[in-house]
Structures are given as C-alpha cells and as structure tokens.
C-alpha cells in the first residue's frame, strides 16, 4: 500500500557519480553482494524532493537504454548507454499537481504516466524524443493526454494487444480501466472490470502458460488489496472473471509477477511485515490451473524490510524491498519449494526495518543487465552482476542511416560496448543485411569495463534500390556468458528525395507525355507526384517528342534520367535543360512540344526520370532543391538497346493500324508484298512470327501480347513501332 505518507528524513549528499566496485560488502557508502554501482543521480540533481516509480526504454533504432524514473513532480528520464556515465536528459512535469505516487510504463516508443495527483489523468511522451537532446536537462512537454480518469495509482500494459489498464482509478470501483493505446498519440476509452473491487496492481498477458483451455487468452492478474483476481479480458466488452485466491495473514496484497513459463505467481504483501511481524515474506501460488490456482509455498526473506514491486528475467526475481534495497532471488527451484538470495544492493543503509523508505522499484529487463533502482530519498541506482565478466555486444548502428540516394558502398559504422568486467580486444564483430550471410571481421581496438567505442567494418554494404533494409550487427565473443545483448538491430530506408513546393497558382506539370507515358494531373500533394508506375521505352541514341503542359507561363522545365541509378541527378543526366514554357506569361492553359534525346551509350535498364519545373528561373542544379513555385514528378523511363534499329523509317513502304492496338491489327503494303511477319518485344526476343502467301494487307491478332512496345518486321526487314495496349 504506497498510499502511506511517507516522510524523508535524508537530505541527499551526492550527485552524479561513476562506477563503484561492490568491495567487501560495500559499494561507497552502500552494502551490497555482487552487484557493482554504475552510476547514481540524486533527487536534488533531478530537482525533486521524492522518488517512486522506474521502467526502462531501449530505442529499437539506437539500441540504446534508456531508464525512466518517476518523481514526485515529473517524470525524469536518464540516458544509460554508457553505464558508467549516466546522463540525466530531463523531466515531464507532472499534469496537474505533485504526488509521491507516479507510474510509468512504455509501448511502441512512448511512455504512458499515471499519478494519484488530482485530475492528472494518464501523459503519453514520446520516447524517440530523447534520440535529440542536445543540451541536458530538458523541460518537456506531453505529446498526449488521456483525461477519461482523474487520478490512478497503476498503470499496465499488455505490448502483444496495444492495450492500457489503468488501476486504482475512481471509476470501476477501482478496478482496471481499459484504454486502447494501439495509436500511442490517440488513447480512446474501451470499458473496464468492477467485479474484484480495488485493484492496486496487476500483470496483463497473452497468457501462454500450461492451462491449454486459455491458451492465447488476454489475461489479467490483480493484486487486489486483499485477494489475487484473474479474469479474462479478451475481450473488452466482457470480461470474465476466472477465478480469486487469498493466503494466510493477508495485510495488503499490493503486487505479483508471472515465472517466465506462467506457471507460478509471485506475490508481495506489503505490510504483512508491520501488522505480522515476521522478515520480508513472499507468497508463490501455483497457476497450473486458472480457474483453480492454488498456494504453493512462501519464502522468507533475511530482513524485516517491507517488499515492494518484484520482477521476473529468466530464473531471478528481483525485489524491491525499501530499506533493504533491491534483493535478487533464485527461482530456479521454485517449482521445488525452494527460493534462495543471490545477492543484493541496498540504497538505504541506515538499517533494514519494517519503514517506507528506500527502493520503491526495480527494473531488470535491459539486454545490457544494468539493473535501475528507484529510491524514494536518494535518487537514481544502477548496478550491475560484476560476475558477467566477458560480455560485449553491439549498442547501436550509427551509420548507415535513413536517407535519399543511398549508395552501393555504404559504410557499416558500429557501437561497441564491454559490459563486462575486464578490458577486451580482438572482438570478433559482425553485420548482416536482410537475413543475408554475415559480414565477420575483427575489432582490434581495446574498451575498458563499461566503456565503449565504434568500429567500421571495411565490407562495404549495397543499400542502392529504393526499398527498407534490416541491418542486424553485433559482437562473438568467446567465453561471452550473456549473448542476449551481443547484437541489435536497425531499419534503414533508402528513398528517393521528394521535395516540397507551390503548385497551387499553376506552376504544376498538367501534362507529361512521351512515348508510352500520356499523364494528365493536378497539383500534387506538397508539389511532388510519384508517378513511377507509368514507364515510357526509350531506345539509346534516339530522339523524341515530349510535351509538356502547365497552367502558369515562364515556368523553366528540366528533365533528368538517373542512368546510373544513384538517385542524385547529375549534370550528365539532364536530357532537356530548363526549356522555358510560355515565356513572360502569367496564369493560363500552356502546351508546348519538345524534344529529348538519349545518350547512344546511356545505361540500359529502368530508371527514374524526374521532371521538375520552377517559375520565373532556372530549375536548380539539385534535383532535391525545394523552390518557392513549381512542382517535381518522377516516372520511370525503360532504355532499351537499338540493336534492332529503332527507326520510324520503314525499309518498306507500309502502315500499321490501328497503332496503339489491342487486339487486332492490319498491315498494309503499298509496293513489295508481304510474306513475312515478326514481332520482337523491347529486350529483343522474337515473340511472333508468321508466313504466308504473298499479299498486300494481312490482319493479325496481337491479344496474346502484354501491353508495351514492340517492333514489327516485313520480309525479314525492319520496320516501324507497334505499341500494344
């Protein structure tokens, strides 16, 4: 039962600080049992007066680790990718007024804050945020906010179902209140559960544990003051209630936490210790059945401290026990009735009592196995199991990064970092693109426990197409004794610049058209049209029409086609250079006609062509360049080589039509006879062929052929286009 007031007696003494050794029992001031102290910030660094809450962050992008505690008047985040080195970025004031009650969870990059100050509702923070703060300790400001309760003592989510619950709330008589979250920045409402009464804490999961008959079922376990309370919450609308179970000595059933296999349940009560008497105890029931659970046996800890939030990573149980600091406990034999301590870190070292003072919470789940302690008087802890002596991984991909005009030879740029204990070199490193085979090279450089440095590997990677990469990188260590932070992963697009400008008044392209492409548009959203779906077959050497219609004069056109396909646009690129349409003209319906003409040794193959107009002046050199008026549009131009002779000049006199055809056609001879037909498509191959007696007209059927360009041969002897719808 946080609800009690709790009154600091301690005026904080440090600051930041680095790495202290856990050395004969000790840690600086604190005692401690094979836990190191990497770093602490003080509540007076944090500006706050009391501590609650702590939950972690790691950026999917970065790998990054990112802690987030919980403050009487804000919400305070602290970078912790260098351990040793804390960095607090800032604060989220609280919503409404102070409170020492403050909980933070996170989803999909964002963090979701509840308090039992008045009328404070739930923030949402965007958590990417922090990839960007240049000048530390920041004010920030919520990116959302949920008003459908006023205040809340909890709040939990389940990340598979993109659902929060709120706890401890005045509405459901306490009991959770449902909010989907699935768009972090729009939380709607969408019901709650009242039958259990107050519900103080609880778990949320896609349960997948050993009852096969709810298996996949979205599950809610509530430590509900007095009793634990499952219902089934798949779905929102009705709930259903599964089962309740109590224990012996009961005080204030205040929070559990699911074994990994969801098999049992661990439980604290929080002030069985004051009412009872007894050293810190904690209750296991098992869940083997969810409509009938059932206790299995309690542990007993070595101290009299209240225990307050507990999680579960792996085998370990780590509990926040307030004066007794964070205590660490095998369940590796739990399922034998048989729990025992590790080890411990005690942020309160003035004793060991049955007092609300001390560490409030603890998080566990960062790959990096830094551990964050919340204290109510002190501040901010993170320790670290200095028994994980080789252990290195990779923190984060810095380059290459999201961008236009990615290459084929970017440069793979890493993070490295020793999570260990001794200094480390020679660490075989790796990167992989797609799922692809690996990329092993070596990092002959040398980091000190905690530090960290970067590496680029000398392979080179191909991100050239337009498309989304999967870049996964991380360190093989021999004798590595935690390979769950060795990699980490990082999207990179590679997308075409798509700039910005004023079509509005006319400046736009109505009209594209050349060979296949005949585009009639508007205004493109923002001034940009993608329009690479519409593909003109253009033959190297030759020559065309293209016209071009705006509805504003003295509009400047230029026309690149990204023959080597490095999406920048080159000079040697242009095909038509700031052709002026309707010079000196204002506002009006303008089409004109010009010609282009492709290089004899451009490169084969599809590529983008980008039209791009600009008014009153020349169209800029960079084909990214934003101007105030005009718009950009890109198709796709195929060039095709001319070994067919792609000429409009006919070796023999005849006609073609109808030319575009879709099912039939009629060739008609005017001097020699036809006695052959042969249609090759644009790559050369031969994809009809037909003989006959000697005739003056012949009509063939062409519905087998896709739409596109074709060339058409009479008597063996080449002739003119055929383009087929």
């Not at 029992?25 to 602490?40: E, I, V």
């Amino acid at each position: 039962m946080k609800q009690i007031l709790i009154i600091l007696s301690f005026l904080t003494l440090f600051s930041t600080s680095g790495q202290t050794p856990c050395t004969n029992g000790t840690a600086g001031d604190y005692p401690c049992n094979g836990f190191d102290l990497q770093s602490f910030i003080s509540l007076d660094e944090m500006d706050a007066f009391e501590g609650n809450d702590s939950w972690g962050w790691t950026d999917p992008q970065t790998g990054k680790e990112y802690a987030i505690m919980g403050l009487d008047n804000g919400t305070a985040f602290i970078d912790i990718s260098n351990p040793v080195a804390a960095i607090y970025l800032g604060k989220l004031p609280t919503h409404s007024q102070n409170s020492i009650w403050r909980d933070i969870k996170t989803y999909n990059n964002h963090a979701f804050i509840v308090s039992e100050a008045s009328n404070h509702g739930m923030q949402v923070f965007d958590l990417t945020r922090l990839r960007d703060v240049s000048n530390p300790p920041e004010n920030f400001d919520e990116d959302a906010h949920y008003s459908g309760f006023g205040n809340a003592h909890n709040i939990v989510i389940n990340e598979d179902s993109g659902y929060a619950y709120a706890v401890g709330t005045s509405t459901y008589s306490g009991g959770p209140h449902f909010i989907d979250i699935s768009n972090p920045l729009n939380p709607t409402p969408a019901g709650g559960y009242s039958d259990d009464s107050y519900s103080h804490d609880a778990q949320v999961v896609t349960y997948s544990g050993p009852d096969t008959e709810h298996l996949g079922k979205e599950i809610l376990i509530g430590s509900n003051e007095n009793q634990i309370a499952i219902v089934d919450i798949t779905n929102k609308n009705n709930p259903i209630s599964l089962s309740t179970i109590s224990y012996s000595n009961v005080a204030y059933t205040h929070q559990g936490w699911f074994t990994e296999d969801q098999r049992y349940f661990i439980v604290g009560d929080e002030i069985d210790e004051i009412n009872v008497g007894f050293n810190t105890r904690t209750i296991i029931f098992d869940f083997e059945d969810l409509d009938d659970p059932s206790f299995h046996f309690e542990y007993e800890g070595p101290t009299e401290a209240i225990d307050h939030n507990g999680y579960v990573k792996g085998d370990k149980y780590y509990l926040s026990n307030y004066r007794a600091g964070m205590r660490v406990l095998d369940i590796s034999q739990i399922g034998d009735e048989n729990i025992t301590e590790l080890g411990f870190f005690d942020t309160y070292p003035d004793s060991n009592s049955a007092n609300f003072n001390g560490a409030w919470s603890v998080y566990p789940f960062f790959a990096s196995n830094n551990i964050v302690i919340s204290d109510i008087d002190r501040g901010f802890f993170l320790v670290r199991d200095p028994s994980l002596g080789l252990d290195t991984g990779v923190i984060a991909i810095t380059s290459p990064t999201t961008g236009s005009g990615l290459s084929d030879a970017e440069v793979v740029t890493i993070e490295i970092q020793n999570f260990g204990t001794n200094t480390q070199t020679s660490i075989p490193v790796f990167y992989s693109l797609d799922g692809a085979a690996p990329v092993n090279e070596t990092y002959t450089g040398s980091i000190a426990q905690g530090a960290t440095d970067t590496y680029s590997f000398t392979t080179t990677v191909d991100l050239s197409e337009l498309t989304d990469y999967i870049i996964v990188a991380g360190t093989e260590l021999p004798g590595d004794i935690d390979t769950s932070n060795d990699d980490t992963t990082a999207e990179v697009s590679n997308f075409l610049c798509q700039p910005e400008t004023n079509c509005t008044f006319g400046d736009g392209l109505r009209l594209v058209s050349i060979e296949e492409i005949n585009n009639s548009s508007g205004c493109e959203t923002d001034g940009y049209g993608d329009f690479t779906n519409l593909i003109a077959n253009l033959a190297q050497g030759e020559t065309y029409d293209i016209t071009l219609s705006t509805g504003y004069g003295n509009q400047f056109v230029k026309i690149w086609i990204d023959f080597n396909e490095d999406f920048a646009f080159s000079d040697n690129e242009v095909i038509l250079n700031n052709y002026v349409i309707a010079p000196g003209s204002t506002a009006g319906n303008f089409i004109e006609t010009t010609t282009v003409s492709i290089p004899s040794n451009a490169t084969l193959g599809a590529h983008t062509m980008r039209v791009k107009t600009n008014w009153n002046e020349d169209v800029p050199e960079d084909a990214c360049e934003e101007t105030a008026y005009g718009e950009t549009e890109d198709y796709t131009a195929t060039i095709i080589e001319d070994v067919l002779g792609w000429a409009d000049v006919a070796l023999i006199d005849f006609e073609i039509a109808p030319n575009p055809a879709k099912e039939n056609i009629t060739i008609t001879a005017t001097c020699e006879p036809i006695e052959s037909v042969e249609v090759f498509n644009i790559l050369g191959q031969r994809v009809l062929y037909l003989t006959f007696d000697a005739t003056m007209a012949k009509n063939i059927k062409i519905n087998s052929l896709n739409s596109g360009m074709y060339l058409i041969k009479i008597n063996t002897q080449i002739t003119k286009r055929l383009i087929v719808k």
